[in-house]
Every structure is written in C-alpha cells, then in structure tokens.
C-alpha cells in the first residue's frame, strides 16, 4: 500500500493535474504516490499568492505579528522532525540519522528570521535641501518562487522562506521532483502555524509545465533557487519574460586541502564527513582532497582504512553511515565518470563498483589523480561519493590547484600555521572557507558561492534584504505655498 501526498494552494490540500511514482532509493521500489502541478495549478498558485500579497490578513499584520507566526512555525517544525525526517529518509535514501538531526536544526532558521522580522528598519536622509525631509521605508518584494532540489529540502527551503516571510514577501515553493514528500508534508505544519490563505503554496512537478511556467510567470518578482548550473541557465533566461531578480545557489567542486603541520587525524575524520556524509550528496561536498606531497601516502592510507570501516546499510537504521544514491541516473553519471577517469589515468585506491544489493548504492570512492589532475572526476561535478586525490608541493602550487575550477562554493583548509590560514583564506576564491573544519552552518551565517556557483547569499541578517525593496518618502515642510515653476526669480 502506497501513501498518497497533495499540493498545497490558496489554504487548501488538493491532487494535481496527474500523479507519478515517488522511489524508494533504498530499495529501487515505488513507496508514494505525487501530485503533479501542471500550468493550471502553478497559475492559481501564483494568482492566491499575488493576492495574499495584497490582503489585509497579510498586509495588515506588523512585523511582530510576522515574526510570532514564524515562531510557531520553528515550533511546528520541531516537533514534527521525527516524521519529516521519515518521509525524506524513504523518498531519498538519506540516512535517517542525518535527516533526524539536521530538521531538527532547521527550526532555529525560522526562529532566527522571527526575531529579525521587526527589525528591517528603514532610515532618515540628512537631505541637502531646504524645507525639505525624506526617508527609506522596507517594503515586501512581492511574490516569491522558491525553487529546491530535494537534498537537504527542509533546510534550502527555510533560508528562502524564513527571511521572505520576515520581509512580508508571498512564497510559492516548488520541491524537487525526486522526493517532494518532506515539503508536501510540511504544508500542513505551514496550515497549522495559521499563516493566511495563500501566503505560502507547495506545488511540486517537472521542468517545462511546472518549473518553468513557475519561473517566467509575470507575477513573481523573485525567483530563489538552489540546484545545478543547467537548470540556473534555463531559469535565467525565463526571468528574461518577467524580470524577476534571481538569486542562485549551485554546486560545487570544493577543495578540502591538508598541509603537512595539519592534525592529520583530525583531517582525515572531516574529509569523511566533507565527502561521503550525505553520501556525497551535497553541494558543499569537499570532493578534491589537496594534500601536501610530503605526508599524501601517510594520509591517504588512513583515510582509506577509516572509509573501509563506514557502515553502509538501510537507511531507516540508526546505526548506518552510509545510504544509497538519491536516483539511478545518478550512479550511472557516476560509474561513468569513474570509468573515463581511470582511463585517463587516475588509479582507483578504493571503491569504485556498484554495490550488489537493492536500491541505488555506490560505495565510498577514493581515486588518485595527482599524475592526472584534469581528470574527469577532478573537474566535473558528481554529486556524489567520490574523492579525487591530487598532491601538491608549495602553498602557491595549493592556492592554483584550489582555484582550478569554474566553481567558487566552498573549501576547507587544514593547516596549524596561523599566517598561512589567513593567507589561504584571501587567496582562495570562494564563498566560504572552513579551517580546521567542514560542514559547519548556522542561521547567522551567509551561505553562497560566485562563478558557477551562482551569486547572492542564503543565511545570516542580510538575507532578508534580498526579499525587500526600498522605497523614498519625501516630504516637504514649508507652509508657504510651491513657487509658480514658470516664474523667473
């Protein structure tokens, strides 16, 4: 018996247009059932979110009155984490260790944007004129299209939502294809919390009769997405029809690079953690290990008996570290790539074959690429379990080969050399650099890329500033009458 899910539009849970088949990864077999939001339903999404945008039961209400229904929402969301996590566990493969502790967490995204929502303040201008005062007023936007891919959904569409909210802004979210069930499911906490009809719609479905009728609709103002660099283009050129602001958070091909005065243990457990939690599933995935010459053997070799040890199994089972791949298509990317990096000469070290058992699973892969550092598996982004190894000899040498790519997400920097961090911190070109760690993120802090890692910043105070535009108020003081315009003084 299969569970069945609905969209979520103007207040009310309905079926879409069709339905199509939700897969477990874990087992390769049909779990759920999804609505499809085809043309007609994006258009009655929009239109209910246009008009809650300018309703008194949205408009009407202070920034406080927002920032309290945020807070219920945090509160909502978790205590419903245990079956969110469930439901993104069976519709994606991750383990539901991770999915438990990370919806946990993303109630302090929405309790973080509540107690900012009363605080986007506008300012006073010393204007250069007589009798005359002007000031900036923060206003809402206007509709929002927030478009997630379905890793860490929970979490990418809290830094949408969260601060869009705060602004005053209307949302329509649109989940990934591939395993909508935690957003469908989180509707109803959004039904609960009691924000008004329309406010937030939940729709999810495929590219052209969803995503891109969603993208160029001329009621949105500005459409937040996170996912891959093709999908970005396509979106880009839709927001040509409405001139929507863009904001886009892509991928990635993330340096982790350990020099040799580095705590190599340490290391070691955060290039795991960088790489194969979430089953490298990640945008932030530390996938080019950079390791100086002198100690690469030495720590290659832990790395590779700490990897043989992960426990790889069910991912219902607290006890696995290790699940399957979200979608078939994703292994096959991934076998391929392995298979043409190798024949450009990268020696595999571990990994490296499907594994024989149900489901999607690929194992953890470690391939050395320090004789071919423009392999394949170096320059392409896999989202997935893969490790490419490349050595280095000089921190100049590390700083050219961690800017090698047409991506700017992330890096981590493992060194005790207290100079140098700051050094490799400025010459890196990224959005974010961890030293001594991977992975870490918090409400306060921005979260974004350049390049083709796409531009803006999800996270941190400034992210509400995103979701408002600025308006001039002029007021003129005298109580003298306007000079006639047409008479010379």
Known sequence: MTSQFQLYINGQFEDGSAQFDSINPATGQVWAKMPEARIDEVNRAVAAASQALQDSTWAGLTASQRGKLLYKLADLVEKAAPQLAQYETSDTGKIIRETSSQIAYVAEYYRYYAGIADK?????????????????????????A???????????????????????????????EEGPTPLLAFARLVHEAGFPTGVVNVITGFGPECGAVLSSHPDVAHVAFTGGPETARHIVRNSAENLAKVSLELGGKSPFIVFADADLQSAVNAQVAAIFAATGQSCVAGSRLLVEASIKDEFVQRLIERVQTIKIGLPEDMATEYGPLCTLGQREKIEQVVASSIQQGAKLLTGGKSLPRAGYYYPPTILDCSDVPQADCVMTELFGPVLS???????????????????GLAAGV????????????????????????YRAVSPLAPFGGHGLSGHGREGGSDAVLDYTTTKTVWLRTSDQPIDDPFVMR
């Open 389 to 407: 190894v490349v050595s280095f000899s000089s921190e100049a040498e590390a700083v050219q080969k961690a800017n090698n790519t047409p991506y």
């Open 120 to 144: 986007l303040e506008g300012s006073y201008l010393p204007i250069d004129k007589q009798d005359m005062q002007a000031w900036t007023i923060r206003e809402p936007v206007g509709v929002i």
């Open 146 to 176: 927030a478009i997630v891919p379905w890793n860490s959904q929970l979490f990418l569409s809290a830094v949408k939502l969260g601060p869009a909210l705060a602004a005053g802004c209307t949302v329509v979210l649109k989940a990934s």
């Open 414 to 437: 493992f060194t005790n050399n207290l100079n140098r961090a700051h050094r490799m911190t400025k010459a890196i070109r990224s959005g974010i650099v961890w030293l001594n760690t």
